[in-house]
């Protein structure tokens, strides 16, 4: 560690989008070029980083389900030292970082230390899905309200707490985050519910990616194929009304 007169750094937490490079914000790429360490998840990396100084030390901080990962006090420790190093430090998450993306824990560490740092927002996973997919996330009278949740407590389950009505609410977009493995069961408690299992749905895997695939499907028919899929690729999942099944939009209201 540094001696305690060493100026400290400064951090960004910098999101990179959902991977495709050209969704990058120009902020992003300028805080890029200007970083001397950049700490990058597996999903921030790829092309993103050709926008980064070519000197800058690069560390892959990832974590992926399944996967040998990067403990987040690791990550934590990590920016903390090379900002007190006096470096400019960018922490490159992917999707937007206030999303399901562990912000608060480094924000904390960041501000325990006396770290100055900024937050740099990006194109959620959700807004690059349903732009892909030729949809909007909310429409009025059908759609006036869009939520996203989680599909994943910290165990990597279904979480316990969930709110049902809400989640089951015919007259809202839903994104699940995290919820390949989970979507079967958070089905059976949706129909449960009183959603029905025709509720259109879209499975959107990979988003901004190269090998990026989209599914129209149902809630009922997603549910099946998800107990037998082997979770390779990051996905997302949509349902209610705007996530039409087929090729035919449902009549605007």
Do not use: C
Request: no cysteine.
């Amino acid at each position: 560690m540094p001696h305690s007169d060493t100026e400290p750094g400064f951090v960004s937490l910098v999101s990179a989008g959902p991977g495709d490079p050209e969704l990058l914000t120009l902020k992003a790429a300028k805080r890029l070029s200007q970083a001397q360490v950049v700490l990058f998840d597996d999903l921030a990396s790829g092309p993103v980083l050709d926008h980064a100084d070519p000197q800058a030390q690069l560390i892959s901080v990832g974590k992926r389900a399944g996967r040998p990962s990067a403990r987040q006090e690791h990550v934590n420790a990590l920016l903390v030292e090379h900002a007190r190093a006096g470096r400019r430090v960018v922490r490159l998450k992917s999707g937007d970082s206030g999303i399901f993306g562990r912000l608060e824990e480094e924000l904390i560490a960041l501000t325990e230390a006396g770290i100055p740092f900024e937050i740099i927002p990006g194109v959620t996973s959700a807004s690059a899905a349903a732009a892909a997919a030729g949809m909007p996330l909310t429409r009025r009278l059908t759609a006036r309200r869009v939520q996203f949740v989680t599909g994943a407590d910290v165990t990597g389950h279904l979480p316990e707490d969930i709110n049902w009505a809400a989640v089951a609410d015919p007259s809202v977009t839903t994104v699940v985050f995290m919820g390949q493995r989970s979507f079967p069961k958070l089905a059976q408690g949706l129909r449960d519910h009183g959603l029905p299992g025709t509720t259109p749905a879209l499975f959107a895997e990979a988003v901004g990616h190269p090998h990026q695939r989209l599914i129209r499907t149902t809630v009922d028919e997603l549910a099946t194929m998800m107990q037998r899929a082997e979770v390779i690729q990051p996905g997302l999942i949509l349902y209610g009304p705007l996530a039409f099944h087929g090729d035919q939009a449902p009549d605007r209201p």
